[in-house]
């Protein structure tokens, strides 16, 4: 390890294969946290190359337990976290009403990091008992029309890497990483990104693959879709600006979308909006980004047919009860 820091202290770059060799290095537990962390530690002085982001998504991708799902056609809703906005659960809260409105979801999700309260964490409060046997995660795709693939049960290869991570507790490559390896290899995606940089990276990546995504970076920093801004979105036949009032009268400040302190409040925020208690600023941002994974549905039509469909979904109680069949599954 003493020669790749080094080499990556002299502003050097590692090849794909490199850095994917070098991940795998680490899995098998070949070094000391210290020098693990160190590594990390590189990518935060500098921004990781889009060769080293493929390398590092090779090596998770081959390491993983990989399950099928094909046949579902399921879209995966994902940000890269990171961007300390500390907001309540978009995404998660997203992936229901897009459940609730009739398509198919397999989410990927992990405990939070770098932020307070983690999909993972939320879900796994509310009672749900994460899995990888396949034949379950049918059933609830098939029953409820979502079903959740906790990343560290798909990841072994994270093992060695999950308590460096949470000791630094600030955001590493694995954020840029999370919605590139989702052990179902999904053909429909919603990406969030915190920056510019990341959105380019995305489109360069995903633009190779058979993927029909969505990538968001809103301007003020968000890894999601926040109305409170001009927001960037990149789709496989264009990119365009989408603006808050295109959406929504509402002004919306970022306070209204803080999350909560600890695991309890973030649940009771999650359950609140999800069974139509929700504010009128929550309900709108769960509904715009659940709007963008739906459209991915939806070739012959377009973003307001979607937005109103996710509105549907949400105040009808579809979302929530398929909530509800997830949990009891």
Do not use: W
């Amino acid at each position: 390890m003493k020669k790749i820091l080094e080499y990556l202290f002299e502003q050097q770059h590692l090849s794909a294969q490199q850095a994917k060799e070098i991940l795998g290095q680490i899995a098998d537990g070949q070094y000391r946290a210290e020098e693990v962390s160190a590594f990390l530690t590189v990518f935060r002085m500098r921004s990781v190359s889009i060769q080293e982001l493929i390398g590092f998504r090779d090596c998770l991708r081959e390491r993983c337990i990989p399950v099928d799902l094909k046949d579902f056609d399921a879209i995966d809703l994902c940000g890269t976290g990171g961007d300390g906005k500390d907001t309540f659960n978009i995404s998660t809260l997203a992936s229901f009403v897009v459940a609730g409105a009739g398509y198919k979801v397999a989410k990927h999700g992990n405990y939070g990091v770098s932020s307070v309260c983690g999909s993972s964490n939320v879900l796994e409060h509310l009672g749900l008992v994460f899995t990888t046997d396949q034949d379950s995660l049918k059933k609830q795709l098939d029953q409820s029309n979502i079903c959740f693939l906790h990343a560290p049960l798909f990841h072994p290869a994270m093992k060695a890497v999950a308590p460096i991570r949470k000791s630094i507790g600030v955001r590493t490559f694995f954020n840029i990483l999370g919605p590139m390896v989702n052990p179902s290899f999904p053909s429909k995606q919603l990406v969030g990104v915190y920056s510019l940089q990341l959105q380019r990276y995305y489109k360069y990546i995903y633009e190779r693959e058979n993927v029909n995504y969505r990538i968001v970076h809103s301007f003020d920093g968000y890894d999601e879709l926040s109305l409170t801004g001009p927001c960037k979105i990149i789709s496989p036949d264009k990119e365009y600006i989408l603006n808050p009032s295109e959406l929504s009268p509402l002004d919306i400040n970022p306070r209204l979308l803080h999350g909560g302190t600890d695991v309890q409040s973030s649940a009771d925020i999650f359950t609140s909006i999800l069974s139509g208690k929700g504010t009128d600023v929550q309900n709108t941002v769960v509904c715009a980004n659940a709007a963008l994974a739906i459209d991915c549905f939806l070739p012959e039509s377009n973003y307001t047919d979607a937005l109103a469909l996710a509105k549907e979904s949400l105040q009808s109680g579809a979302a929530f009860n398929s909530f509800k069949k997830l949990i009891s599954l």
